[in-house]
């Protein structure tokens, strides 16, 4: 570990994850991997790192494979440093314009189909997104944007990846999908959410409402089992606590629970087990496949990275990946910002449409927007 500030040296196209205990930072590519079969790439980067004792292996899966591939690769320099700090936030210009994809009205129209779908298809969840398009007089650094989310103690995993179409992925995602450390794994998934509020007394009542609701309670069921469905086969043990905790970030209080294991064989990788696991139903939906078949029905849009998975893997095996949400993509002049949540039979519309809403406070906030 080296205490040297990790952000200062952040450029664009470089990969930056921040957690609470490290961070870890990664820039050019000595070798780069890109594929649209996350388990043969988890592979051939593990066949690179073997001949790369010390070696990390940094980059992004997509959320479907079908439309852009997993990205990882090997770095020219990497470093693992302490817990990410600044001193003070950065200035991002507002943008020009802004424009809702779909208009709320449509996602509203989109998660009654998906209630309706549900009923017909026989299935118990599938997730819907929305985006915000933001068009700008200049270029947004991910730079600023990860300074204030630091800034903002945004927590989780901070977090920005270079994508193979030239554009960043940067963000700040509360949800571990997997982490390896020796034989140790762990996963904690997130499903269930309200937002937080300024006031206390509210902010409380969003809280137990949540972990009350029969609703959220489906919700993050339906996403733990199929959490512990994958990770079984690869664990000779498994520790899944009987009801989801409370977590929150500064935005939102989500049901979160946290999910560990002791692998059988060693030889597993985290990114091979973040292959298996991903697309998670907190943001696909359950059947898996169906769930993505609906979801390409009714989102107007590509998701791309967002809602796919982001993180490391060192030569040992070990290493972190995030559910990548609470995020954007950045171009030249533009920014994508994503939010989705999970529908179920049970979900109302209209605050469905509200949880969105909140969702993108994380990354409004540290660009400073009101909207
Ligand atoms: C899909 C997103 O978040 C996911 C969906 C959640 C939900 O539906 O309650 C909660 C946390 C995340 O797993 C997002 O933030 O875009």
Redesign the pocket.
Known sequence: MDSGEPLTHYTPGDFFFATGRHTVVGSGARRAFTGTDAVALSEAVSAALAEAPGGLAVGVLPFDTGSAPGHVTLPEISRITGPARVATRLMIPAPVTVRAVPEPARHVDAVERAVRELGKRGMRKV?L?RALELDFNTDVSPGAILNNLVADGAGGYIFAAGLPNGRTLTGAS??LLLSRTGGRVVSH?????APRSADPVSDRDNAERLARSRK?QI?HAV?TEAIVETLRPFCRHLDVPSAPSLVSTPTMW?LGTVVTGELLDRDITALRLAAALHPTP??CGSPTEQARELVGELEPFDRGY??GAVGWTDADGDGEWA?S??CAETGPRSLRL?????IVPESDPKAELD??SA?FRTLLNAMGLEL
């Open positions: 997730v997104a509360p949800e998934p997130h499903a269930g959410s959220d919700e996403l989500h907190a943001i967002y809602a559910v949400i609470r994503y939010a989705g949540g999970g949880e969105t969702k």
